[in-house]
């Protein structure tokens, strides 16, 4: 073998015998810590920009670059989704259509300016359970929600009406959706009026005119509902309550914020506007500005619990 590499026995050996370098020991603790996140549960989708961002809060110093090649060499990718739609808008209606206010500008300076909502199906073993979801744009948390058996204009109204109650918004917000004729139905168009909010919806047929929730809804199929099996109407129920609360808002880190959580964000903008110590990061907004109660999360979500509960009460 030295004969054909042309090198000589001392040289071989010594490279047979050496030690790992630095770099090999770094690189290694970087894979093990690699797997270790990617382990952890709704982590596994999880592609390199996330990695290595979830990496640097852990305090393990590394580059975007190497953490693509390392995850590529020990065979960590993210999961993919299935390609499979219902659709769950109707359009097909004599509602009045409010104008596109956004004109797909999915920007916003600060929280409670910009509401975006839409509708999505969990499958279960008893039929479909409709969620819909309520999104703040400037920090894509989501600040209301409900689940029911039926997609309907009353089910858009406890999403909203959870947000008003969680985040007490101004007048003058815009609540964009598609034209659904849930959102365009008059007890819904009436419920905005008397919060003095503008309506937005999206150009016919225009999937993109909604993106954010879009995007919101891909997540929690592909980090949740894809990879699970609900029995009951009262699964799912309890899927969405952890996957939004638990994890979506205080911890999945999302490539619009510069990879930050929802959360996070939010408390960032807080002390954009108050200087360090004037208030405690634990300490929630209050009166006419967002909720941000990180360490009374489990708090919030009971709460939210007990308002999905009593609207599926109500249905009965």
């Known amino acids: 073998m030295c004969r054909v590499l042309e090198v000589t026995r001392a040289a071989f050996y010594k490279w047979l015998n050496r030690q790992p370098s630095a770099t090999d020991q770094n690189q290694k603790q970087i894979v093990n810590e690699i797997k270790r996140i990617h382990a952890l549960p709704r982590y596994r989708d999880y592609g390199s920009p996330r990695m290595h961002s979830e990496l640097l809060a852990h305090g393990v110093a590394c580059s975007l670059n190497t953490v693509a090649k390392l995850m590529r060499h020990a065979g960590v990718r993210a999961r ?82 959870q947000a008003i109650a969680l985040r007490d918004p101004g007048a003058g917000l815009i609540v964009h959706s598609d034209r659904g004729s849930q959102y365009a139905s008059l007890a819904f168009r009436r419920r905005l009026d008397q919060c003095q909010f503008l309506q937005s919806m999206s150009r016919k047929g225009n999937c993109y005119d909604n993106a ?10 592909v980090e949740e509902v894809y990879h699970a099996r609900y029995e009951t109407h009262e699964q799912a129920t309890r899927a969405a309550t952890d996957y939004i609360e638990r994890f979506y808002n205080p911890k999945r880190r999302h490539s619009a914020l510069g990879y930050e959580s929802p959360v996070l964000f939010e408390q960032c903008k807080l002390f954009e506007k108050k200087a360090p110590g004037d208030l405690p990061s634990s300490e929630p907004f209050v009166g006419r500005s967002p909720n941000l109660a990180t360490d009374n999360g489990d708090k919030e979500a009971d709460r939210n619990t007990a308002f999905v509960g009593d609207f599926r009460e109500s249905e009965r």
């Open 80 to 161: 993919n989704a299935p390609k499979f739609r219902v659709h769950t808008t109707d359009s097909q209606h004599d509602f009045p259509i409010a104008p596109n206010r956004l004109n797909q500008q999915f920007t916003a300076s600060q929280p409670n300016s910009v509401w975006l909502s839409d509708f999505t199906y969990i499958p279960t073993q008893e039929g479909f359970t409709y969620l819909c979801a309520v999104q703040d744009l400037c920090s894509r948390r989501i600040v209301g929600w409900a689940v029911s058996r039926s997609i309907d204009s009353q089910l858009a109204l406890a999403a909203l009406n």
């Open 212 to 221: 954010p929730m879009e995007s919101f809804f891909k997540s929690f199929k």
